[in-house]
């Protein structure tokens, strides 16, 4: 039974086009949620961390927010190099500090 | 600071031959966590450490062994390897308290070991 479920799975955007990428979670009682990017044949990179219902948070051309059972990650009027896979992991409360759960990911691709 | 670092990159091994996958942070982080990644799975825990001579297993600990001797480091080996255990494996790091509060903090991953097993 997945934890987190990321949709959709792919996404293709042509430049300038703003979207958003879905992390639902089913844990019960949240820690922390975190969205990373990775990169082909790269680690996954740290891109935010939310802690509670209402939070926000932006770099650049992202934005991540979170609701009592879901999170989104806004790209708004993607490049090109925003292409990557977008990770979702969730810590529970209850679990070990540390011990993250993953999502399948979300492959964007934004095309010129 | 280097981060997390992770050797070798790249691995070829036979059926049924040992090696470990070595992984280092120098951050002094307490949490230490070892994924694979597999094509349509995400990334699956397979052990992690809390702490010098603290492991405990994650979600798919088979085949698989652990020790933490010394806060840095963190290396995972492989018993006798097989064909499902043809995967990429990252290492991550995170530190987990501040001022005693337990504030869950972001685990930063080492460029990863891409390991074939034929």
């Known amino acids: 039974e997945d934890q987190v479920t990321q949709s959709p799975e792919a996404l293709r955007l042509q430049e300038g086009e703003s979207s958003s990428l879905n992390c639902s979670y089913t844990v019960s009682g949240l820690r922390g949620l975190f969205w990373y990017r990775q990169d082909p044949g790269k680690g996954p990179e740290f891109l935010f961390t939310?802690?509670?219902a209402g939070e926000e948070k932006e770099k650049e051309r992202l934005k991540a927010t979170l609701t009592k059972k879901e999170s989104f990650l806004h790209i708004t009027a993607p490049k090109p190099e925003d292409s990557a896979t977008y990770l979702c992991a969730v810590q529970a409360r209850g679990s070990t500090l540390g011990r993250l759960y993953f999502g399948r990911g979300t492959q964007l691709t934004v095309w010129p | 600071n280097a981060g997390v670092t992770q050797t070798p990159k790249f691995q070829v091994l036979k059926t049924g031959q040992s090696m470990t996958l070595q992984c280092a942070q120098d951050m002094n982080h307490e949490y230490m966590s070892w994924y694979r990644q597999d094509p349509g799975m995400g990334l699956r825990l397979i052990h992690y450490s809390v702490g010098a001579g603290i492991t405990d297993q994650g979600e798919v600990p088979n085949g698989y062994n652990v020790s933490r001797s010394t806060t840095e480091d963190f290396p995972l080996r492989l018993l006798s390897a097989a064909p499902s255990q043809t995967s990429v494996y990252f290492c991550?790091?995170?530190?987990?308290?501040?001022?005693?509060?337990?504030?869950?903090?972001?685990?930063?991953f080492g460029p990863g070991t891409r390991l074939t097993v034929t």
């Open positions: 939310l802690y509670s």
């Open positions: 991550a790091s995170s530190s987990g308290t501040s001022g005693g509060a337990e504030i869950s903090y972001e685990q930063y």
